[in-house]
């Protein structure tokens, strides 16, 4: 039996057949064939935040064009963004903006801005008026990390950024969505198709209004839009009304249409298609058909219908933060976002409680003061000519 184990393989074993990354070895000892395979290993920090174009090494290997040597504030502003994966918004916080911004823009020219260095700018500078630190787009096209990974390092407790979370073409389990809770500085959120892993119906969105009414989550979400989620049903509605900020229930390929709009009318939500936002969406801001500008438009128009839980000025405040709109896998395609002939685009629009109370308020005649109502006299009934008869005729129809 020795002998047999330690016969050396056949030449079908001998070379190892590679399918996909597996390759088919023997074991001379035991006698056994196995397949041994090499599995891609995700990261094991969050390096996506310190990820750019470009490269340091570029600003190390500078040197000043023209005669002499370059300026000590040159050199300085070199020093800080060879060292920029130090930069915190408590470094930033003294230096006025009119040099940080020198800083910010020869950053963006090098392609250096990654999402940490934008997290301290826009965290120290929140009041300033550049572009790119106002609205900034991230995209992680295939996603090697749980959701909860990409969830944290967005996050602002202070309030610093308001999160447009675009979440599609991933694999996510159902518990990492219902932890989406914990963004508390979420404004919109969107959940596409192809989410693997999940079915994403009322249970989840049930998970997500009872976290907004326990612990005060989902306190400045004014936007939730869902692409191809057919388990979602109008009863959802009850639970969307727990959520304090939300205005735009947006949704494209659902169950949820016309034949959901009474169910919808009567817990708060009008029906409304896409070419009847139209002119609701430019008044917002939109300027495109691309993703980020409608889901840019739908926030700032939202804002303007929570005047029932916030202040004209605090809407106004939540406006002004920076804007970082996170998409976690491919975003849905832009050839189908034309508002104006999309019509597989659907929307329920949260009523005020001022158009709830006239939804509910039911017809009746004006009342002024002390009058009364006018109301008219009864008629006395009078018998028509062919009825009138004396008392002989009458005897004589009863004779006859």
């Known amino acids: 039996m020795s002998r047999l184990l330690k016969i050396r393989p056949s030449s079908q074993y001998s070379a190892s057949a590679s399918n996909r990354g597996s390759q088919r070895r023997f074991d001379a000892d035991s006698g056994q064939i196995y397949t041994e395979m090499t599995c891609r290993a995700g990261p094991m920090t969050a390096d996506w935040m310190w990820k750019t174009k470009g490269i340091t090494k570029s600003v190390r290997r500078f040197r000043f064009v023209g005669p002499g040597c370059a300026s000590l504030e040159n050199m300085a502003i070199r020093s800080v963004i060879a060292n920029s994966s130090s930069l915190t918004a408590e470094t930033l916080q003294d230096i006025p903006w009119h040099i940080a911004q020198k800083i910010w823009q020869r950053v963006k020219v090098l392609e250096l801005d990654s999402h940490y260095v934008w997290k301290a700018f826009a965290a120290a500078y929140p009041g300033e008026t550049d572009k790119e630190l106002r609205h900034r ?20 407790p202070l309030y610093h950024w308001i999160v447009y979370l675009t979440i599609s073409n991933v694999t996510c389990s159902r518990t990492e969505l219902v932890g989406v809770s914990r963004l508390v500085n979420l404004g919109a959120v969107t959940i596409g198709k192809s989410v693997a892993g999940s079915c994403f119906d009322d249970s989840i969105i ?5 976290a907004a009414a326990e612990v005060g989550a989902f306190s400045m979400l004014r936007v939730l839009v869902l692409v191809a989620q057919k388990e979602v049903t109008p009863r959802s509605f009850i639970y969307l009304n727990q959520f304090p900020s939300l205005a735009l229930f947006n949704m494209e390929d659902c169950s949820l249409g016309t034949q959901s709009k009474v169910e919808a009318l009567a817990l708060g ?63 849905p395609k832009e050839a189908g976002l034309e508002i ?16 709830r109370q006239n939804q509910t308020m039911v017809a009746k005649r004006p009342f002024i003061g002390d009058q009364q109502s006018y109301k008219r006299p009864a008629k006395k009934p009078i018998i028509r000519t062919s009825k009138q008869k004396d008392f002989s005729d009458l005897l004589m129809d009863f004779g006859s």
Request: charged share 20%; net charge neutral; hydrophobic share 35%.
């Open 206 to 210: 049930r998970a997500w209004g009872r």
């Open 340 to 355: 104006t002939t999309n019509q597989r685009m659907r929307c329920f629009q949260r009523l005020t409680q001022k158009n």
């Open 269 to 331: 939500w009008r029906y409304r298609t896409c070419k009847d936002l139209t002119d609701f969406l430019i008044h917002g801001g939109l300027t495109n058909a691309s993703w980020d500008s409608t889901i840019q438009a739908c926030f700032r128009q939202a804002g303007a219908l929570g005047a029932d839980h916030l202040s004209r000025e605090g809407v106004e405040a939540i406006d002004s933060l920076p804007v970082l709109h996170f998409c976690l896998g491919l975003p």
């Open 137 to 156: 787009c991230h995209l992680i096209e295939e996603p090697d990390m749980s959701l909860e990974a990409y969830v944290k390092p967005i996050l602002s």
